[in-house]
């Protein structure tokens, strides 16, 4: 009975390695394959993204259309961040208006209200950092909770 138990515990770990071995073996050819046809992976042309990633540093984190190496929008202050068509300037005189009308001009309150950092409050009201869409959706909902329109 031991005999037949340890025969079958070598024969399973020799079936293991063999389907790891083999599974391997496919990738590395399908990985050769893929690099003489200059296709990526899934099939599409490749693209090296270390070239994106020198040249705009936060396009490689982009979830946009990728054309010709680099993301299909091109600046990420130019398009609208919400359903209503708001983009980056409107947005940041949207977080004043509430932050100076309903939290007494206090980065920190409204930071509090928002659930972000007080850097990044500072920095969306200056105009320097970029806003996303559920910061506008958050900030939209606090102002009608406190009866100001926008």
């Given at each position: 009975m031991?005999?037949?138990?340890a025969?079958?515990t070598v024969?399973?770990?020799?079936g293991g390695?063999?389907y790891?071995l083999?599974?391997?073996h496919?990738r590395?050819?399908?990985?050769?394959a893929?690099?003489n046809?200059?296709?990526?992976?899934n099939?599409?042309?490749?693209?090296?993204?270390?070239?994106?990633?020198?040249?705009?540093p936060e396009a490689?984190a982009?979830?946009?259309?990728?054309?010709?190496?680099?993301p299909?929008?091109r600046d990420q202050h130019?398009h609208?961040?919400?359903?209503?068509?708001?983009?980056?300037?409107?947005?940041?005189?949207i977080?004043?208006?509430i932050?100076?009308?309903?939290?007494d001009a206090?980065?920190e309150?409204?930071?509090?209200?928002?659930g972000r950092?007080?850097?990044?409050?500072?920095e969306?009201t200056?105009?320097?950092g970029?806003?996303?869409g559920d910061v506008?959706?958050?900030?939209?909902t606090?102002?009608?909770?406190r009866?100001?329109?926008?």
């Amino acid at each position: 009975m031991k005999k037949k138990i340890a025969l079958l515990t070598v024969l399973g770990a020799a079936g293991g390695l063999l389907y790891v071995l083999e599974s391997q073996h496919r990738r590395n050819n399908r990985r050769s394959a893929d690099d003489n046809s200059g296709l990526s992976g899934n099939g599409r042309p490749g693209v090296d993204l270390s070239q994106v990633r020198e040249e705009r540093p936060e396009a490689a984190a982009s979830m946009a259309r990728i054309e010709g190496g680099t993301p299909a929008i091109r600046d990420q202050h130019d398009h609208a961040i919400d359903d209503q068509g708001t983009n980056q300037a409107e947005a940041s005189q949207i977080l004043k208006h509430i932050r100076d009308n309903a939290f007494d001009a206090s980065d920190e309150k409204l930071a509090l209200a928002l659930g972000r950092p007080t850097g990044e409050i500072e920095e969306w009201t200056s105009g320097n950092g970029v806003i996303d869409g559920d910061v506008i959706l958050k900030a939209r909902t606090l102002a009608m909770q406190r009866g100001f329109e926008l």
